[in-house]
T-cell receptor, first 115, second 111 residues
Framework: DGGITQSPKYLFRKEGQNVTLSCEQNLNHDAMYWYRQDPGQGLRLIYYSQIVNDFQKGDIAEGYSVSREKKESFPLTVTSAQKNPTAFYLC??????????????FGQGTRLTVV | GENVEQHPSTLSVQEGDSAVIKCTYSDSASNYFPWYKQELGKGPQLIIDIRSNVGEKKDQRIAVTLNKTAKHFSLHITETQPEDSAVYFCAAIYGDYKLSFGAGTTVTVRA
């Protein structure tokens, strides 16, 4: 089955610790994205990557970091510099970054709680 | 980035009635407008999309309309069923290929 997998589903961390969220896709998609979802708000773009070894900041990149060493993997690190890290994090992928074909497929999300 | 406004934030309808969600966007260069459905604890799933070269698109009980002049687009769900209860997000593309999402509409279908 092709798809996009996020792990873990739930994650608890102490304040001040860095934490890495996993995102893997076997759809052979070039583009991958990370979004943050807070209650009553839409999805906000954290980082995106059009191709391996390249990524760009989204609208709320402060306190986050990413890497794209492999086409199928786009891990997100929530650092201690992120002031309000508790949220639902969604990873997505699309075939390419071109506007003509931008259907995004989402993972099931990771709910991060910082205590 | 693109600013997408979505209304209403909550919508309660009787089973069998229609539901309409409206969105406006700010970037006149946007040409791709998807709608996503998100069930509790899950990631959003694309249910329908429309590109700027068409004004309306239908898929069974779901339809989307686009008015590029007014910069707004709408989702219409007819003959609503309990399984239609979910959060619906509209989105518009901006820049090269980034999607900007509305705040979401929580739809509840009453049996």
């Amino acid at each position: 089955d092709g798809g996009i997998t996020q792990s873990p589903k739930y994650l608890f961390r102490k304040e001040g610790q860095n934490v890495t969220l996993s995102c893997e896709q076997n759809l052979n998609h070039d583009a991958m994205y990370w979004y943050r979802q807070d209650p009553g708000q839409g999805l906000r773009l954290i980082y995106y990557s059009q191709i391996v070894n390249d990524f760009q900041k989204g609208d709320i990149a402060e306190g986050y970091s990413v890497s794209r060493e492999k086409k199928e993997s786009f891990p997100l690190t929530v650092t201690s510099a992120q002031k309000n890290p508790t949220a639902f994090y969604l990873c997505a992928s699309s075939i390419s970054g071109a506007q003509v074909n931008t259907e995004a497929f989402f993972g099931q999300g990771t709910r991060l709680t910082v205590v | 980035g693109e600013n997408v406004e979505q209304h209403p934030s909550t919508l309660s309808v009787q089973e069998g009635d229609s539901a309409v969600i409206k969105c406006t966007y700010s970037d006149s260069a946007s040409n791709y407008f998807p709608w996503y459905k998100q069930e509790l604890g899950k990631g959003p799933q694309l249910i329908i999309d429309i590109r700027s070269n068409v004004g309306e698109k239908k898929d069974q009980r779901i339809a989307v309309t686009l008015n590029k002049t007014a910069k707004h687009f709408s989702l219409h769900i007819t003959e609503t069923q309990p399984e239609d209860s979910a959060v619906y997000f509209c989105a518009a593309i901006y820049g090269d290929y980034k999607l900007s999402f509305g705040a979401g509409t929580t739809v509840t279908v009453r049996a």
